[in-house]
Nanobody
Framework: QVQLVESGGGLVQAGGSLRLSCAAS????????MGWYRQAPGKQRELVAT???????SYADSVKGRFTISRDNAKRTVDLQMNSLKPEDTAVYYC?????????????????WGQGTPVTVSS
C-alpha cells in the first residue's frame, strides 16, 4: 500500500500564491508518476499537472504558465507551486501516484490518492 498526505491548502485572494506539498510513503516503486488533480463543487475531478520519475511534466491548459509541479525522489515528495491564482482555481486538490508493479508478463498498474486539501481563491 501507498499513503499520500497533502498539505498547504487554504484561502488566498485572487492573484496570490499557494504551495501544495504531498508526501508519499509505503510500497513505492521506481519509475512512478505523480501528479495533482482537482475537483471543484459540482464538477468532475480533473488533471492539473503530472510529473514522471525523470522529471517530465505536463499541465492542463488552464494552469500553464501559472502552476509549477516538482518532485524530490529522495524525499518522496511532490509539490505544486500555484501563482496568479484565480477564483476558478477553487477546488479540492488531490495528490496522485501511479506505478507499475509485477513481472513484465503480468504487470499491474496501481493508482493511489491522497485525502485532498482545499484551496479557496476569493475575488
Amino acid at each position: 500500500q501507498v499513503q499520500l498526505v497533502e498539505s498547504g491548502g487554504g484561502l488566498v485572494q485572487a492573484g496570490g500564491s499557494l504551495r501544495l506539498s504531498c508526501a508519499a510513503s509505503g510500497r513505492i516503486v521506481r519509475g512512478n508518476d505523480m501528479g495533482w488533480y482537482r475537483q471543484a463543487p459540482g464538477k468532475q475531478r480533473e488533471l492539473v499537472a503530472t510529473i514522471s520519475s525523470t522529471g517530465i511534466t505536463s499541465y492542463a491548459d488552464s494552469v500553464k504558465g501559472r502552476f509549477t509541479i516538482s518532485r524530490d525522489n529522495a524525499k518522496r515528495t511532490v509539490d505544486l507551486q500555484m501563482n496568479s491564482l484565480k477564483p476558478e482555481d477553487t477546488a479540492v486538490y488531490y495528490c496522485n501516484l501511479q506505478q507499475s508493479v509485477g513481472p513484465v508478463e503480468r504487470v499491474m498498474r496501481q493508482t493511489y490518492w491522497g485525502q485532498g486539501t482545499p484551496v479557496t481563491v476569493s475575488s
